[in-house]
């Protein structure tokens, strides 16, 4: 009977063994499982931090897409406003007579002023 009770203990061991072994692996199982869900959270946390970051950068973009769209149309006005400006500037330099045609027309009109006080008048 001793061997009987030796197979018997062997088969209990086994017995123990086998449900230690499920046991450890089922453990082995679930810590990968914890292990997998701690990495998706950390995943999942960057992800979120990554798309505040990236909202945050959206938003100053548009912050300053904005700020640029005012400064252009603020720039086109000044530039207007000074075209319009050196335009009657041009305008008027057209309408002055230069120190060269001044001359000239002052020459021929006292030409024309002497000429008329030299000429005999037929008519007396």
Known sequence: ???ATEVS???AAEAVAAKLRARVHALE?????AGRDRDKAQVERAAAEQRA???EADGQLAQRARQLEEWRVAEQKKLSRERRVLERQAKALLKVTD????????TLTLTLTLALALTPNPNP
């Open 1 to 3: 009977m001793p061997a």
């Open 99 to 106: 120190r060269k045609e001044l001359t000239l027309t002052l």
């Open 53 to 55: 970051t990236l909202e």
């Open 9 to 11: 203990a062997t088969a």
């Open 29 to 33: 199982k679930a810590l990968a499982d």
